[in-house]
């Protein structure tokens, strides 16, 4: 075991960064990471959330590099354009002491931006595999000089649909490179991936996590959507909170979250992509050292996230899948300690929390939204312990004397209930916000995945037990429900107008999608492609933004992608 950064064997540029950071001690990932791929050898690591997984790839890729050159010689491929810019960050803070050159690709940003920081020069390449693809095909990034190549988070690489557009990236490598690949699941799709690509690796396996998380306090709130807000900041009033991780699905509802509440007396940071290292450490500072006990954060933007002692785990937004809430959970309840796990259940999320309870063979509590009276007498509580302390262990002489001096004109009680309402008056108003019960329907659970439509899953999917898209279960259907027009009533069917005569393919489709507009791969459903035209179903909360973004702002194999909403 490494007790220091030192003995990896790393640059004095490299730990002079490191220190800079306020990097304590190498994590296991970095402990056997970094020394094998210093080596030159080929690594394929499991990790999960928390390890410090980035930093095991990025030092030793810096130290092999050692200084600019006149073309790319390391790409690093990773899903989404958050994580791309998160992988950049730490690598320009880590490489501050070098001259090497870091550029990201994604989409979602002007091509004319990319294109002009890749004709400078650049050492390293960090981008998702849909922007990569266009510029390769356009002649402006060429792969032929490529030494050093990372995969990350290869799982949730292909279950957006990329595996395609990593087979034909890999393939304008030079087959003698070193190659390292990351995931936090190993699917039979990854598997696969690895047998194709990563010859002779050096397998590591950091904290698997566990299906059940023993030491978590798991729990439920049944609500409305609407209701989210005002339900969080009561729970927060009730609950033991030394610090918590809120997470939710969109940068913007977290900045949004943040700002509430704040709003309402409770110090809270938001963690999104939008921010630089700087910002994102300056965050992580304040977490640390209790300025704030609130952290607000995407799961993208908390991938690489360890912080100690979390008490609570708040899921204001459910996970898509039962994998994503263990791993979310799994970040309270450490090192022996107990810790709460809270997750907001809509009713039309009703079968994503028994996804979840089958998953982990673990029923969930449900708790009630706390009351106007429960507040109050946890108020009440609260401020009783604090006057025990003071009366059992603190100088009050000079108290008493005003005491003796009031009492000449007041009772003792009188006086007593003054000083309370007096040292009360900065408390925050009681909330008042009335809940509507929602709607319990009795659901019937009918436990078969959705049928196959075309080509999609037919040739794109990774099966497993039956079940479509790598391991990510679908989610079941319930008897009496109402089906939308196109089959699932969270799927809106958008018209795209590219086919087979475009030369298209389902994955072209998924990914383009999932990269340039920046939702998750897992919220595109169904995809038909038809001769002239194709089909696709996208989760209704991201229809108005997928039709927003994918009006010519970007094209897919040349060809511009325009996408409307189907009438029929």
Do not use: C, M
């Given at each position: 075991m490494s007790s220091s950064f030192a003995e990896l064997g790393l640059s004095p540029e490299l730990l002079t960064a490191i220190n800079e950071l306020e990097y304590a001690a190498p994590t296991p990932i970095q402990e056997q990471a970094i020394p094998s791929l210093l080596t030159g050898q080929n690594?394929?690591?499991?990790?999960?959330?928390?390890?410090?997984?980035?930093?095991?790839?990025?030092?030793?890729?810096?130290?092999?590099?050692?200084?600019?050159?006149?073309?790319?010689?390391?790409?690093?491929?990773?899903?989404?354009?958050?994580?791309?810019?998160?992988?950049?960050?730490?690598?320009?803070?880590?490489?501050?002491?070098?001259?090497?050159?870091?550029?990201?690709?994604?989409?979602?940003?002007?091509y004319t931006i990319q294109i002009r920081a890749l004709k400078k020069g650049t050492d390293i390449v960090v981008g998702t595999p849909g922007r990569l693809m266009d510029l390769m095909r356009q002649d402006i990034l060429n792969l032929s000089a490529v030494e050093h190549v990372i995969l990350d988070e290869a799982d949730e690489m292909l279950d957006m649909g990329f595996s395609e557009d990593v087979d034909t990236i890999l393939s304008a490598i030079p087959v003698e490179r070193q190659i390292a690949l990351f995931s936090a699941t190993f699917p039979r799709a990854v598997q696969a991936?690895?047998?194709?690509?990563?010859?002779?690796?050096?397998?590591?396996?950091?904290?698997?996590?566990?299906?059940?998380v023993s030491d978590t306090e798991q729990r439920y709130v049944y609500l409305r959507e609407e209701n989210k807000l005002a339900a969080l900041i009561r729970l927060l009033e009730v609950e033991g909170i030394q610090s918590a991780l809120i997470f939710t699905r969109t940068k913007v509802r977290a900045q949004e979250i943040s700002d509430a509440l704040n709003t309402h007396g409770i110090p809270a940071e938001s963690l999104h992509g939008d921010l630089n290292q700087a910002r994102r450490e300056t965050v992580l500072r304040r977490l640390r050292s209790r300025e704030i006990t609130i952290l607000v954060a995407t799961d993208v933007a908390a991938r690489g996230l360890d912080i100690d002692d979390l008490s609570h785990v708040i899921n204001f937004d459910m996970p898509q899948d039962p994998e994503d809430y263990?791993?979310?959970?799994?970040?309270?309840?450490?090192?022996?300690?107990?810790?709460?796990?809270?997750?907001?259940?809509?009713?039309?999320?009703?079968?994503r929390l028994r996804m979840v309870e089958n998953f982990t063979k673990k029923a969930l509590n449900e708790v009630p939204i706390p009351s106007i009276a429960e507040i109050r007498a946890h108020r009440d509580q609260k401020y009783l312990d604090r006057l025990m302390q003071v009366l059992t262990g603190e100088n009050i002489s000079s108290e008493m004397a005003t005491v003796k001096n009031l009492s000449a004109q007041y009772s003792m009680e009188t006086i007593a209930a003054a000083a309370i309402k007096l040292s009360?008056?900065?408390?925050?108003?009681?909330?008042?916000?009335?809940?509507?019960?929602?709607?319990?329907?009795?659901?019937?659970?009918?436990?078969?995945?959705q049928k196959a439509h075309g080509k999609y899953k037919s040739e794109n999917a990774a099966m497993k037990g039956g079940k479509y898209r790598g391991d990510k279960k679908q989610a079941p259907r319930y008897a009496g429900s109402p089906p939308s027009e196109h089959g699932h009533e969270d799927m809106v069917r958008l018209r795209c107008n590219l086919g087979h005569r475009h030369g298209i393919r389902p994955g072209d489709i998924v990914g383009a999608i999932a990269s340039e507009v920046g939702i998750p791969g897992k919220s595109i459903g169904e995809i038909k492609i038809q001769d002239d035209y194709s089909f696709v179903d996208v989760d209704r909360k991201h229809a108005s933004k997928v039709l927003r973004q994918s009006s010519g702002k970007y094209a897919v194999r040349g060809k511009t992608v325009i996408l409307t909403k189907d009438s029929k």
């Open positions: 690594v394929v690591g499991q990790a999960q959330t928390g390890t410090g997984k980035t930093a095991a790839f990025i030092l030793p890729l810096l130290q092999l590099l050692n200084k600019p050159a006149d073309t790319v010689r390391a790409l690093i491929l990773v899903p989404t354009r958050e994580l791309a810019l998160q992988v950049t960050d730490a690598a320009r803070w880590l490489a501050a002491h070098t001259q090497l050159r870091i550029t990201s690709v994604y989409g979602g940003q002007s991936l690895v047998n194709a690509h990563v010859p002779n690796p050096d397998h590591i396996r950091i904290n698997p996590s566990a299906v059940t263990v791993h979310r959970i799994g970040r309270t309840g450490r090192a022996g300690k107990k810790g709460v796990a809270l997750t907001f259940v809509t009713g039309k999320e009703k079968h009360r008056e900065s408390e925050p108003e009681l909330p008042h916000e009335q809940f509507a019960e929602p709607a319990r329907p009795a659901f019937h659970v009918i436990e078969e995945p």
